[in-house]
Nanobody, 117 residues
Framework: QLQASGGGLVQAGDSLRLSCAAS????????RAWFRQAPGKERAFIAS????????TYADSVKGRFTISRDSAKNTVYLQMTSLKPEDTALYYC????????????WGQGTQVTVSS
């Protein structure tokens, strides 16, 4: 299982860190990705990291503001979000991916991020 956490209600300009924890050694050899889905919109890719953390990819909309990282010892991936904007408001999902973010093997549940102006 993938357990996403860390969402909440913040103000524009604030920072927030999301976590995506896997049970035991589950998905330890997989990359991870974050997606988000705003009301009325399709789920969109945000960021991904490969299995050993050597390769990271970001959507243009968050490049320079969001940072994805992973702690292999904890089998957890993080999404550090800074300079948050109201348009970042969405349900954020983590996923285990195989090779690249277009190949989702497993979806975790979402965590809500709401940014007020």
């Amino acid at each position: 299982q993938l357990q996403a956490s860390g969402g909440g209600l913040v103000q524009a300009g604030d920072s927030l860190r999301l976590s995506c924890a896997a049970s035991g050694s589950a998905f330890s050899g997989y990359g991870r990705a974050w997606f988000r889905q705003a009301p009325g919109k399709e789920r969109a890719f945000i960021a991904s990291i490969n299995w050993n953390g050597s390769t990271r990819t970001y959507a243009d909309s968050v490049k320079g503001r969001f940072t994805i990282s992973r702690d292999s010892a904890k089998n957890t991936v993080y999404l550090q979000m800074t300079s948050l904007k109201p348009e970042d408001t969405a349900l954020y999902y983590c996923a285990a991916i195989n090779g690249n973010w277009r190949r989702v093997e497993y979806w975790g549940q979402g965590t809500q991020v709401t940014v007020s102006s």
